[in-house]
Nanobody, 117 residues
């Protein structure tokens, strides 16, 4: 069974930084577009950042210029560098994998990020 396991969440002060990691297993990682989404109770899940199999990236408007997504195909891991964090960034962050050959999709269990003073 495909597994996506997020790590790196925690509590940070406004203006601080965190790096989230998503480790994939039992997956042909290089043929999957990878993304980070986030969700707050009562709100719909929103796209934070996406990186394609060819390493093209897209970011949500609210995080552009502050977050950077990257991938390591050898380690089968996708990262999200989060800088200049704001209280509005507080959410559960989910790792997502979407196939480019077959229309398959997988989600991790999520990691909590809390930005507070």
């Amino acid at each position: 069974q495909v597994q996506l396991v997020e790590s790196g969440g925690g509590v940070v002060q406004p203006g601080g930084s965190l790096r989230l990691s998503c480790a994939a297993s039992r997956i042909t990682f290089s043929i999957y577009n990878m993304a980070w989404h986030r969700q707050t109770p009562g709100k719909e899940r929103e796209l934070v950042a996406r990186i394609t199999t060819s390493a093209n990236t897209n970011y949500g408007d609210s995080v552009k210029g502050r977050f950077t997504i990257s991938r390591d195909n050898i380690k089968k891991t996708v990262y999200l560098e989060m800088n200049s964090l704001k209280p509005e960034d507080t959410a559960t962050y989910f790792c997502n994998a979407r196939g480019t050959i077959y229309n398959s999709e997988y989600w991790g269990q999520g990691t909590q990020v809390t930005v507070s003073s």
